[in-house]
């Protein structure tokens, strides 16, 4: 099993920046199933990057921890039964 698990961050709430503390993350654009082809996006030495689907812009906040988001809602989260 990997011990590194790649973020997903999704915007239901159609903000115009979202706010990571990753470099490495998934966008899903929307929560399931609404949303689309979850896509890997990499900061690199970018602060900023645009979601190819969605458009949404995610912009590296380094006072976030990995996997957290600004606004919090946008981190997408497992609903295990």
Not at 42 to 71: H, Q, V
Request: net charge negative; aromatic share 8%; charged share 20%.
């Amino acid at each position: 099993m990997s011990d590194h698990v790649v973020p997903h961050f999704h915007n239901d709430a159609g903000v115009a920046v979202i706010e990571i503390g990753s470099q490495e993350f998934m966008c899903v654009g929307a929560n399931p199933p609404f949303d689309h082809p979850h896509v890997f996006l990499d900061l690199g030495n970018d602060n900023e990057i645009i979601c190819p689907y969605c458009s949404t812009l995610y912009r590296f906040a380094a006072d976030l921890k990995a996997g957290e988001a600004r606004p919090p809602e946008c981190v997408l989260v497992d609903k295990v039964a």
